[in-house]
């Protein structure tokens, strides 16, 4: 991995990866861990939601030089908005270390901006102790092909132009936006399920939004080469006005109004298939955006995990229950604010 520039040396590098729901965060970040070349790295994973999933995707996951302590999970609420309460606290934690981090992987909650964050690393607490290594940003390639977070401005203009009444904001856009303009480097994840045409569509699309060239890196299943992630000496905190951002410098109005987070109970006695039917059907229902859970299947000592975004819904095993483990299914369901969360009920309750 490439060493720091001049400038930061002292300082722990930190890399912080956004990126919008599903598009393949946390499965970037355990690539890294599996590939760290001997370098310690420690995870700061925000959740947006009660039941933290992330998180405990990466914990206890069996990756030699990485132990639970060190991924440190943030929940209920996302890390631009609670600087002072979580991040800086948990970052200070981690640099106290007697063993400190060589790296500190940061994964924001997919609703996340990047750019309140990045400037958090100015606070006087931590800023002589870290820097901002690079900003990457996953983009779901085929969310961005169906037109989930773009909008036509030509149509938004003729409806302004008809009607000055209709609102033309569209919250998914401007966080998919913010994420992409604060990015060192883009990463269009699930290329492999792109065409060749679509791949070259979204990267015309992105291209167009952003100020200034940026790589863009095809990738699957979030493997790349570490070398192009860790390592870039961005020093991103002292360059935040080539990062432009539809909120501005400090400011953080968003609060999340425009969604909602829900954890419900998952049934149990189901197969895999039954269950990922369900939840399918659940992921169908108007404004729910992403659906991510843990539950037990009778007769297997391992933990389900089943975890969907817009329509598309998967499953697997992912580790062996830990004895004290409570076995409750739980899914936690991100969506719109009022989302039909009766249907997403009577979806997994098999109606």
Request: proline share 6%; net charge negative; aromatic share 4%.
């Amino acid at each position: 991995m490439n060493a720091p520039q001049t400038a930061n040396l002292g300082k722990t590098p930190c890399t912080i990866i956004t990126g919008f729901l599903g598009a393949g965060k946390t499965t970037l970040v355990r690539h890294l861990l599996e590939n760290a070349q001997g370098k310690k790295l420690a995870v700061l994973v925000n959740e947006f939601g009660d039941l933290g999933f992330d998180g405990e995707f990466l914990k206890g996951c069996g990756i030699a030089g990485c132990s639970d302590e060190d991924v440190v999970e943030l929940p209920n609420g996302c890390i631009c908005c609670t600087v002072a309460d979580d991040f800086v606290p948990a970052l200070e934690k981690l640099l106290n270390r007697p063993n400190p981090p060589e790296h500190i992987l940061i994964e924001t909650s997919g609703l996340a901006l990047p750019k309140p964050l990045v400037t958090a690393f100015n606070w006087p607490a931590i800023r002589s102790r870290v820097t901002v290594d690079g900003v990457i940003a996953v983009v779901d390639g085929p969310a961005v092909a169906e037109g989930q977070f773009a909008d036509d401005p030509e149509a938004l203009a003729a409806q302004k132009a008809a009607d000055a009444s209709v609102e033309h904001d569209n919250p998914l856009e401007e966080v998919f936006e913010d994420q992409i303009l604060c990015a060192d480097l883009i990463l269009l994840n699930k290329s492999d399920l792109v065409d060749e045409a679509g791949r070259a569509r979204v990267k015309a699309e992105i291209a167009e939004h952003l100020p200034k060239a940026i790589k863009i890196v095809e990738t699957s299943h979030g493997k790349v080469e570490p070398a192009l992630i860790v390592g870039l000496g961005a020093a991103a905190e002292s360059d935040l006005a080539a990062r432009p951002s539809h909120h501005g410098e400090g400011e953080h109005d968003h609060d999340h109004d425009d969604f909602d987070s829900v954890a419900v109970p998952l049934p149990a006695g189901l197969t895999p298939e039954e269950l990922t039917a369900r939840v399918a059907k659940a992921a169908e229902a108007e404004g729910v955006l992403r659906l991510k859970g843990f539950t037990a299947v009778p007769g297997k000592p391992m933990r389900l995990v089943v975890q969907g975004v817009g329509r598309r819904v998967g499953h697997h095993f992912d580790r062996p229950w830990a004895t004290s483990e409570a076995r409750d299914g739980r899914l936690t369901v991100i969506g719109l604010k009022g989302f039909d969360l009766k249907a997403v009920e009577a979806a997994l309750a098999g109606a």
